[in-house]
């Protein structure tokens, strides 16, 4: 099994050596490109960002009021530290070490590099400045037109910076111009990406728990400077020798969904910072475009690898909608999604412009990892609201399926770190900063400048502390290592402003109370730094989970430093590691400046003993919170709840295996029966309708059941008590479950037995009351149903429906923040939302019911206790009854246990059924495999004609061999896989639209592409949901021969369905026939013989009409044709262009099928004595030659189907029709396009169907291709 690492950059990267022939790598024979005629490395002027100006090269210079050049040890070497790519100025480590970096290290901005030669962006265009000429995201292959470039305003002065002497030399070798056509190149570690992520894949490789993996990503780098053979040989040599993927994508593109979407929009928002104020560019930045482009290209390299059984683990906030994307392109892949920064609060996330798709992009995922509690929450507070689906402490119940969502809280690797602590440079740098602070007491940060890190915070409350305990002031130095990426002036300003105050009141020659480094440091000299310092003060407005801050905990052990050892940890409250480490940490409120004070003073305070005391908790904290543990604990779970989804999705659960239910029900000498109410035994009812009687058939059911003293006899229902004994008043002895689970009442019993404490119920449906009338009152047509213990806010009649879902989703969030103290919870459920206690359902009644059982089985009330228990329902609501009675299976306490649903859904029943059981159960649940009253001759048929349903309006068929032309499924077998399709989608979407099955009454179909063999895919959109009619949009879609990885539409078009009982209305004769009539036969009345047709294939004047080219038209071979025979001279020659047969169905050979109404979409377009009169017209046409094709076993042509309409007159007997007759007439054959007409009557002269076609007139060549065989 491979498991796939999708992050936005790889841990590699290129490094190019324009001047330097001594690396050499080879390169596959090319012919030279021509040269871009824009130099690669300076991109033309008006090759700017994508939206605002490139980011400006690093800045580095002593502290704003320094009075000393200590901090010179870290500025003066860094530059050749990082560009030599070593510990300067001490000795390299050693390699195998070496590639272990800071879990947080700042990365430059992209398109610039700290010590590699890559090429600039080159981006081509700027969006347009008016969301209206903006292009949509969905019109494939249309780029965003290039707006004519305003004049780049000129930058403000700015003081004298001091720039490394390394980045002045790239500056000047960059500004030459560069080929990067010829350069040779090696593969580098890379600058960019999460260091955190990296460090946990390689230690869980390295402990053997990732042995087979694939990291895929970008290179971190413009790569549209490069040609062809370059970008072929670097994705080649990376995906052989580091086991990477490379995901390329167009500079414009990247820029626009990395620094604009991602950076100016996400991160922010994210981390609660709402790009809302007066210069944000947010408002006009139309960047989604490109994030989805992004996003799709990881998807479609994925799926261009994966294979069944590989796993996809998705990174980070940069791929929202990779999850979701993948679900749709590999349905069944094992996909696990996780965020590693914060997941802010729903009313924050409700402010992003797209905040369903990113949401529906996530829940493409089986699992959605984040890094604490806090952000689980978060997460199912937004989906529930904004979504509107139901969300459970495990995860979120969607429509299809159920997503799981945990905490996964990632950290360091200890063992890494110990190794790389052994290092002799590491070992020099403690020593030099412990000599230049000597006597000092050190507080180190470490953090980006943005608005997020709290960086100003942090420098007041260390100005508080400097003021309020001067005996500090000439002891203690806070050294704040600080990077930028983006320029933010007015925060660096007042950064600037605080630290010059700062240093210009307390310090003096000898000291300097703050060291403020502009720049990063270089690993080792960040490793020294931790080591020696008195503590770390992490003071973020909002953060993930701040691995600094395990870092400094792991590196305070005292074991390379033993005179500063178990420092203090000081760390804001709003990140996600403050819920790792807890109390053990100071933990603060970064905008409460005097707490922060305090908490400085402490740290340096506290004694020997009680820090060390401390710091073994929070070592231990760190030690739990391993690298390794993440990477097991992320894969472990996945695993399971894979498992546990497939198990529950309809294509895994099997149909009820009626043969052995009814062994086993015999076989049984007391038996626990249990089953859902409303859309079970019986539809659904008006909840304002007092319903005084239950349909007779279910209550004849019941009383069958309950006549048997071997039966126990329990009925599940939403409604109250009193409804329920009026319900079921003719049925004695019978158990009654009232109110999903809060009422029980046994067998013969008068008394019901509450589950719910009353006090309890009245106070907090007091509370409720009034905030479901707060948005009842908002939702027009919407109304407020009261039971004993819950509410139900129907909103399914509002006058708009969605503003009341809008209203109803925001109500669920009100309640369940409010009230979940008081164990209440609100569920969204088909148009309404209930309201109702949390720790009682209808398992938990059946738990009392089986105790009573076993109960009356000790008294002797009962033979024995249960030995057969069988739990039937419909609905989510039901699904704990099953997820119990299936815990009593394993438990080995019942010996039969057979859990039940109706319908197409994730389910944790262990079988499903596809229509009510009101009559199945009084007849034993007898059912089949195939449609509904399909004859069993007609196996073949349903078989190949199969339809199982994936979830959110996808479907998957299989098309058939036997059923083609060619290599061509036949256009009328595609027709009645549409027609199947119609009934299994409502029958899995709208299962309670209408009270009987809905068929189509007319399709209309456009096949736009060649079909062929295998699996495919079928996509419905509602189009019209009415109440007598409705109509959907659909669409079958396989490989496209060019891209096999990617899907294109072969056959689209709408069908209106209808159920019989609406078909209501006047019905008048319009004296219509045939003209000339369906020609006679020597049976009774004149008419065809079609006894003599079945028994000897002649009845005097029709004869059996055998299929042209049979191995090429195979789907011939599924029916038996007649025809007047032409050599009777009694019947009058036919009309030029007319066909008269009758059909006999023969699916698979079975000369006992039956025409039922899907196959007669299959009828309508099979007629194959008119092919054989077309092939002679044809030819003809062409100069003779016959029909005959290669070797005599193909016809000449094909004729394909354009477009095909059918409407269906009549519905035919339930047990089908053994002939249909049909009238085939052709108008024109011109230009290689023909008409056909078709009549479908069936024995007593009744129209059945009316169908019309296009087709073309081609070489058989064109069905069969090059490879092709018969």
């Known amino acids: 099994m491979t498991i796939y690492i999708a992050s936005l950059f790889l841990p590699y990267t290129v490094d190019f050596h324009v001047h330097d022939s001594n690396h050499q790598c080879p390169r596959p024979a090319s012919p030279p490109l021509p040269q871009p005629s824009a130099d690669p490395s300076n991109p033309t002027p008006n090759a700017v960002s994508l939206f605002e100006k490139e980011n400006g090269p690093p800045t580095v210079g002593l502290t704003p009021g320094a009075t000393t050049e200590h901090e010179r040890i870290f500025s003066s070497t860094l530059d050749r530290a990082e560009h030599h790519g070593t510990g300067f100025p001490f000795p390299n480590p050693d390699d195998t070490i070496h590639r272990m970096t800071e879990s947080e290290a700042h990365s430059p901005a992209w398109g610039a590099t700290l010590s590699l030669n890559q090429p600039k962006p080159q981006a081509a265009f700027s969006p347009s400045p008016s969301i209206l000429k903006h292009q949509d995201p969905t019109t494939p292959g249309v780029e965003p037109r290039a707006e004519k470039q305003k004049p780049k305003p000129k930058p403000k002065a700015a003081e004298p910076v001091t720039v490394p002497t390394y980045l002045t030399d790239r500056r000047r070798r960059d500004s030459r111009k560069v080929s990067f056509s010829d350069a040779n190149w090696t593969i580098q570690v890379a600058e960019q990406g999460n260091g955190g992520l990296r460090n946990a894949v390689r230690s869980a490789t390295d402990a053997g728990q990732l042995e087979d993996k694939v990291w895929v990503g970008t290179l971190g780098m413009p790569t549209d400077a490069l040609p062809p053979f370059t970008k072929a040989a670097i994705e080649e040599k990376l995906e052989d020798e580091y086991g990477s993927l490379t995901v390329y994508v167009r500079d414009g593109d990247f820029d626009g969904h990395y620094t604009h979407f991602c950076k100016t929009i996400l991160w922010p928002v994210f981390h609660y910072q709402i790009p809302d104020n007066p ?6 930045d139309h960047s989604w475009i490109y994030y989805v482009k992004v996003n799709q290209e990881f998807a479609n390299r994925i799926a261009r690898n994966w294979k069944r ?21 590999l349905p069944d892949a094992q996909i696990g999604f996780f965020l590693h920064i914060a997941f802010p609060s729903s009313e924050v996330f409700r402010c992003l412009a797209p905040r369903k798709e990113l949401l529906q992009g996530m829940l493409g995922a089986n699992l959605i990892g984040f890094q604490t509690d806090e952000y689980c929450r978060h997460f199912l507070q937004t989906c529930s609201r904004i979504l509107c689906v139901e969300a459970t402490n495990e995860g979120l119940q969607l429509e299809d399926r159920f997503v799981n969502v945990g905490k996964f ?17 590491v070992d020099l740098w403690i020593k030099l900063i412990s000599e230049r602070y000597e006597g000092k007491r050190l507080i180190v940060s470490r953090d980006k400048i943005d608005q997020v890190r709290g960086i100003r915070q942090k420098l ?22 600080a990077t930028s990426t983006t320029e933010q002036p007015e925060l660096e300003a007042t950064i600037s402003d605080i630290a010059m105050r700062i240093n210009s009141t307390h310090s003096n020659l000898a000291h300097q109370p703050l060291v403020f480094l502009k720049q990063d440091l270089a690993f080792p000299q960040y490793l020294a730094l931790i080591s020696v310092a008195d503590a770390l003060m992490i003071t973020s407005l909002r953060e993930g989970m701040n691995l600094t801050s395990h870092e400094f905990v792991y590196c305070q052990d005292g074991k390379y430093e033993t005179r500063k050892k178990f420092g203090s940890l000081i760390l804001s409250e709003f990140t996600g590691s403050a819920s790792v480490f807890g109390n053990h940490a100071l933990l603060v409120n970064p905008w409460d400046y005097r707490q922060c004070a305090e908490a400085i003073h402490t740290a340096l305070s506290r004694s020997e003993e009680e820090r060390q005391r401390i710091w073994t908790e929070l070592h231990r904290a760190v030690l739990q919170n391993s690298t390794e543990n993440w990477v097991k604990s992320f894969s472990e779970t996945l695993n399971r709840v ?19 239910l009814e062994e086993m029900y015999h076989r049984s000498a007391c038996r626990l029966i249990i089953m859902d109410y409303e859309g079970t035994l019986a539809s659904w009812g008006s909840p304002k309708s007092i319903i005084v009687t239950t349909p007779q058939r279910a209550i004849n059911t019941l009383a069958e059941l309950t006549e048997d003293p071997k039966n126990i006899v329990y009925v599940m229902s939403s409604r109250m008590p009193e409804e329920m004994e009026r319900l079921f008043r003719l049925v004695s002895r019978l158990g009654l479950i009232a109110e999903n689970g809060c009422f029980v009442r046994e067998p013969g019993a008068e008394e019901w037995c509450s589950l719910t404490d009353r006090a309890q119920t009245d106070a907090w449906k007091e509370g409720v009351s009034h905030i479901l009338a707060y948005y009842q009152e908002r939702a027009e047509g919407s109304w407020i149903e009261q039971r004993h213990c819950s509410y139900v806010f129907h909103y399914g009649s509002a006058e708009d429906q969605e503003m009341a879902e809008r209203l109803a989703s925001a109500c669920a969030g009100h309640i369940n923040d409010a009230c979940a103290s008081q164990g209440v919870h609100a569920i969204p459920v088909d148009n309404s939302l209930v309201v109702e206690p949390a720790d009682t359902n209808k398992a938990t009644a059946t738990a009392l019911v089986w105790r009573w059982c076993l109960e009356h089985s000790e008294r002797g009330d009962i033979e024995q206790r249960p030995d057969f228990l069988l739990a039937l329902g419909d609905g989510r609501d039901d699904e704990p009854v099953f997820r119990w009675a299936n815990k009593l299976e394993r438990a080995r306490v019942v010996n039969y246990v057979m859990t039940v649903t109706l319908g197409y859904r994730s389910t944790e029943a262990k079988a499903y059924l596809t229509q009510g059981v009101a009559d199945d159960t009084r007849n034993r649940i007898r059912t089949s495999t195939m449609s509904p009253n399909a004859p069993a001759a007609n196996a073949a048929f349903e078989h190949a004609t199969q339809i199982k349903p994936l979830g959110a309006g996808q479907y998957e068929a299989n098309l058939q061999g036997e059923w083609c032309v060619g290599a061509v499924p036949h256009g009328g077998y595609t027709t009645s896989v549409f027609y199947r399709l119609a009934l299994t989608h409502f029958a899995h979407a709208h299962p309670k639209h209408y009270t009987e099955p809905a068929t189509p009454i007319s399709m209309q179909l456009s096949f736009l592409r060649r079909t062929g063999t295998g699996p495919a895919i079928l996509t419905v959109e509602d189009m019209k949901l009415g109440a007598r009619t409705s109509t959907i949009h659909a669409k079958l879609s396989q490989p496209s021969p060019k891209a096999p990885h990617a899907l294109e539409v072969k056959v689209a078009g709408y069908i209106t369905v209808s159920p019989a009982s609406a078909e209501e209305g006047i019905s008048a004769p319009t004296h219509w026939s045939l003209h000339p009539g369906v020609p006679g036969g020597t049976g009774a009345g004149g008419k ?4 003599k047709l079945r028994e000897t294939d002649n009845d005097g004047v029709w004869t059996y009409l055998p299929v042209p080219f049979p191995e090429f038209r195979r789907a011939g071979q599924q029916v038996r044709l007649y025809g007047p025979d032409p050599r009777r001279t009694r019947v009058e020659a036919p009309q030029t262009g007319v066909v008269d047969q009758w059909a006999q169905f023969c699916p698979g050979g079975n000369r006992a099928g039956k025409w039922t109404d899907a196959a007669v979409g299959f009828l309508a377009d099979m007629f194959p004595a008119a092919l054989d009169r077309f092939d002679s017209m044809a030819s003809s046409a062409e100069g003779g030659g016959g029909g005959v094709g290669e070797g005599g076993k193909i016809a000449r042509f094909w004729y394909p189907t354009v477009t095909l309409t059918v409407d269906f ?18 108008k024109v054959m011109r230009d290689g396009r023909t008409d056909i007409d078709v009549v479908i009557l069936d024995e007593g002269g009744d ?23 018969i």
């Open 1209 to 1226: 007159k009549k519905r035919l007997p339930a047990g089908g029709a053994d002939w249909l007759y049909s009238r085939i007439h052709s």
């Open 279 to 284: 210069k944000s560019k947010a408002y006009e």
């Open 309 to 329: 059984g590989d796993s996809i683990w998705v990174q980070d906030y940069h791929l929202l909608l990779v999850p979701g994307m993948l679900r749709k392109l």
């Open 409 to 425: 809280p990632i950290g360091i690797d200890p063992t890494s770190w110990d190794q790389r602590r052994q290092a002799a440079d």
């Open 1247 to 1269: 129209v059945v169907a009316i169908a019309s076609q296009v087709g073309l007139v081609v070489s058989s060549s064109r069905n069969l291709g090059k490879k092709a065989k």
């Open 1088 to 1091: 065809a013989s079609l006894e």
């Open 460 to 481: 007041l409350s260390y100005e508080l502390f400097l003021n309020t305990y001067p005996e500090w002031r000439d002891q203690v130095v806070l050294i704040q290592v």
């Open 642 to 660: 894979w498992n546990e989804q497939s198990s529950r999705e309809i294509m895994a659960v099997p149909r009820l295996p009626v043969n052995k």
